[in-house]
Every structure is written in structure tokens, then in C-alpha cells.
């Protein structure tokens, strides 16, 4: 398997424009996380999916920000419209549920980086 | 929101020498587990310890877990250069929901 694969890996915007990332989770896998990793705060889970259906979504910022997954092999995470402080380094995470195999271990695409001018 | 917590911020070693970076967490945990990121590049998952587990060892990593003080430890005994890295610790309130603290800097000089 070729892992978590995520598009595009480096992506610069202006303000205002929408931006789409794009994950393809591990064959097989049921959960599919999306991160959000900034100097100021961290490792953020922004939402998580499991066999396709978003189970929490608290952590997203605001209605900017929305994500999808349509079927088990492709997610997406668009912000509608960008600003400046979404700056980021996005992960896109993928694993077997922690409920069948008695703890959630995380696999992890290598990131897009979303610049926002 | 973070739920653990790791301390130092930032560690400097010399190569040879062992690395130990703690994990407070706050809220009660089906597991914690620890990662690594290097620069650059996602996180990878390094090790794995239940709530019933006291200790666990891989290679030359050694991870302890006090469910009494919510804290862990990962030891790294003979760092290397390529040790050099930023580590995290994750906890999960479920079995599902991991959450990442800040992470501790690692380097280490050759």
C-alpha cells in the first residue's frame, strides 16, 4: 500500500480564493482524520469520519471550513473563502478503529501545506 | 482542543546519551501512544501502551505510563543523529478521538 497519500502537498492562495485538499486513506482503513498543525496551536483535530460519516466535528474553526468523504477511498477538506490565519500545515490521517482493534493507531498522509497571501 | 501535554518544549543531547520526554494528559484514557515527526513530514506512530500497562519497551525506546499523575515518559536510550525529530504524545477519551500535545523538540548532536 502506498499509505495516506494527500494533494497537493504545497498549495499557496490568496485571501478569498477556496482552497480543496484531497486524502486518499489506506485501503481498508474505517476512520479518516484531518489535522491541522500550526506553530501557535499545535496538532488541532479538526473532524473524523468513520466508514464514511462524520462523527465529530467539533474542532472545525468555522463554517468556512467543510469536509466530505463520498465513498471510503477519498476525502476532502475545502475552506470557502480562505484567510491569511488558515496558514497551516494540513494532515490528512487514516486508521483501523480503535473498537475492533482495541486502540486507534494513526496512519499519516505527509501534509499539505496551505499558504494564504 | 489538546489533551496531553509534553515537557521539555525543547531537548539538546549529545549523540550517545539518553532523551526522556514526559506527557501530562487530563482527562481519563483508553490508551496513550507516541509519535514522531520529522521536520517536514507527517507523524509516524513509535509505540502503543494501554491503560492497564505500567511500562512497554521497542528497541531502544521505553515508554511508562502513571494513570494516578495522567503522565507518560518516552525514554530513549543511545540517541543517534537521526533521532533528531519533534515527539508527540496522543490520547484518545474514546477509543477514537487521538489528540495530540505540543510536542518536545528533540535534537540530537553528533
Known amino acids: 500500500d502506498a499509505g495516506v497519500i494527500q494533494s497537493p502537498r504545497h498549495e499557496v492562495t490568496e485571501m478569498g480564493q477556496e482552497v480543496t485538499l484531497r486524502c486518499k486513506p489506506i485501503?481498508?482503513?474505517?476512520?479518516l482524520f484531518w489535522y491541522r498543525q500550526t506553530m501557535m496551536r499545535g496538532l488541532e483535530l479538526l473532524i473524523y469520519?468513520?466508514?464514511?460519516?462524520?462523527?465529530?466535528d467539533s474542532g472545525m474553526p468555522e463554517d468556512r471550513f467543510s469536509a466530505k468523504m463520498p465513498n471510503a477511498s477519498f476525502s476532502t477538506l475545502k475552506i470557502q473563502p480562505s484567510e491569511p490565519r488558515d496558514s497551516a500545515v494540513y494532515f490528512c490521517a487514516s486508521s483501523l478503529g480503535g473498537a475492533v482493534s482495541g486502540a486507534n493507531v494513526l496512519t499519516f498522509g505527509a501534509g499539505s501545506r496551505l499558504t494564504v497571501l | 482542543s489538546q489533551q496531553g501535554e509534553e515537557d521539555p518544549q525543547a531537548l539538546s543531547i549529545q549523540e550517545g546519551e539518553n532523551a526522556t520526554m514526559n506527557c501530562s494528559y487530563k482527562t481519563s484514557i483508553n490508551n496513550l501512544q507516541w509519535y514522531r515527526q520529522n521536520s517536514g513530514r507527517g507523524l509516524v506512530h513509535l509505540i502503543l501502551i494501554r491503560s492497564n500497562e505500567r511500562e512497554k519497551h521497542s528497541g531502544r525506546l521505553r515508554v511508562t505510563l502513571d494513570t494516578s499523575k495522567k503522565s507518560s515518559s518516552l525514554l530513549i536510550t543511545a540517541s543517534r543523529a537521526a533521532d533528531t525529530a519533534s515527539y508527540f504524545c496522543?490520547?484518545?477519551?474514546?477509543?477514537?478521538?487521538?489528540?495530540f500535545g505540543a510536542g518536545t523538540r528533540l535534537t540530537v548532536k553528533p
Open positions: 496522543a490520547t484518545a477519551r474514546g477509543y477514537n478521538d487521538m489528540r
Open positions: 469520519f468513520n466508514n464514511n460519516v462524520p462523527i465529530d
Open positions: 485501503s481498508g482503513h474505517d476512520y
